[in-house]
């Protein structure tokens, strides 16, 4: 496949923006978690591999997620993931950790209906080694990755959403999903669509796309998901995603079910 067509993909991000739920999809939106307040995510996402994979065949990641929100509309962000790597027979499968993630996302601006520029935002995220790198659990690198986010709405009930992702070292990989390289820069573009069908059920596509600057530090990654989200109740909503993607860094094919809660929220709700 030739670069021109991701590089498109990635460029299309600019101009659109995220969901307001950010699960299930890999697109971050701009929203933060308001001051004082703790929001949790968690999904478990199993994927076939590749057949460049192999002798890996499956990978299972559980990854959790802690967002606490600050002043000034920023947010700190934690989240580590579980991972399960099966293998042919006569190989060894793998589980444990894997790497901490840690970030710091500023709402930059909030879209108005009296201005056609999107809702922006930017953040940053350090991924720290903590992962067995020599069972793939982890990349054995410290990843530093800049990512931009933006969000429009086209009607009321309608949102176009993307990112524009900066990797200046290290890798994109979880597991043995994703660009994995020694050093090098890597760009990554995501492009999600989705619609409120009602005020419980929003469902969306998105498209995500990775390229390494250099062809023998990684490989390209590109993946299509169909999913959404179900309001359970204020402060807690129940996630679903289906994946299929191509090239060794994305999974073959993948499903993923995840859930996301307010704490203040579902505590007062509890009452």
Known sequence: MSRTLPVLFILLGVTAGCALAQLPFYTDDPAVTDPGKVHFEFFDEVDGLQRPQFPNLRQNTANYKLNVGLPHGLELDVDTPYLAIYRATGTDSSTGAGDLNLGIK????????????????????????????????????SDYWLNLIAQKYITEKTHVNGNLGYLFAGNTSTGVVGI??????????????????????????????????????????????????????????????????RYAASPRIGGQLGFSVDWPDVVKHAH
């Open 180 to 245: 994995t390289s020694t050093r090098g820069h890597v760009v990554t573009g995501g492009v999600s669509v989705l619609r409120d069908l009602n005020p419980r059920l929003t469902l969306g596509v998105e498209l995500y796309v990775g390229v390494a600057n250099i062809e023998d530090l990684g490989r390209d990654q590109f993946q299509v998901m169909s999913g959404g989200e179900y309001k359970i109740r204020d402060g807690f909503s129940l996630t679903f995603g289906v994946i299929v993607g």
């Open 106 to 141: 500023w709402e930059i601006r909030k879209q108005s209906e009296k201005s056609w520029l999107p809702a922006l935002a930017a953040s940053l995220y350090i991924e720290f080694p903590t992962g067995d790198s020599s069972q793939q659990l982890g990349s054995g690198l």
